[in-house]
């Protein structure tokens, strides 16, 4: 399972917010460039409905695919009562043919986006991911050369950190502590409820692109 949070900042705080990464890891960013197809299962498959999405990293000198599969959230007063969302996820890597064989078996495309951006990670009571991405859509199947933002002014700023049945309290914790870092430049929240942006981001992303960002953990 993994506990995320999301948010979204305006293009012109991006600049503030990689700063203020960086100095928080110490390390340099990755690249992000990666194409992500939605497939959704055919009735041949069975009455309930099945999602995959196959994620294919074109960042590395070989793109490399991987199979991704969200599950449900965590329900019951427990979660309702936390800020983060905890799901089920199970990810494989694949082979190039994975898209052939999802398409063989009765899998069809729903939609793709190619996502790009950049990435810090941490290990700060757990193994969290921060991930600034811009989702842009194709107007040809499969032709990323020619992608266009979907919302050209906004990009989205996803935290993760894998988790197990015995320790998500302590990785929820540990994701709620590290967006108190990242608080005066946007709203983090559960998938599904954002909060728009945050009125302090264009005075923090001056004062940090003054003083040249924050320190290293």
Avoid at 136 to 164: C, G, S, W, Y
Wanted: net charge neutral.
């Amino acid at each position: 399972m993994e506990c995320v949070v999301q948010g979204i900042i305006e293009n012109q705080h991006v600049g503030a917010l990689e700063l203020l990464l960086q100095g928080l890891s110490g390390a340099p960013k990755e690249r992000v460039r990666v194409h992500e197809l939605c497939l959704k299962s055919g009735p041949n498959l069975g009455v309930a409905p099945s999602e995959v999405r196959l994620l294919c990293d074109l960042a590395q000198p070989t793109p490399s695919w991987t199979i991704r599969h969200v599950g449900g959230a965590m329900r019951g007063a427990g979660a309702e009562q936390i800020s983060v969302l905890v799901r089920s996820i199970v990810e494989s890597k694949a082979s190039k043919n994975v898209l052939h064989y999802f398409y063989t078996i009765g899998y069809k495309l729903d939609h793709e986006l190619l996502k790009i951006g950049f990435a810090f990670r941490f290990h700060r009571g757990a193994q969290i991911t921060v991930t600034v991405t811009s989702a842009n859509k194709m107007a040809r199947l499969h032709a990323t050369d020619e992608a266009t933002a979907v919302t050209p002014a906004i990009q989205l700023v996803e935290i993760t950190a894998p988790a197990a049945a015995d320790n998500y309290n302590e990785v929820v914790s540990a994701v709620t502590a590290f967006c108190e870092y990242l608080a005066p430049l946007l709203h983090l929240s559960k998938p599904g409820h954002s909060t728009g942006i945050v009125a302090t981001a264009a005075a923090a992303a001056a004062s940090l692109m003054s003083s040249g960002g924050g320190k290293t953990l």
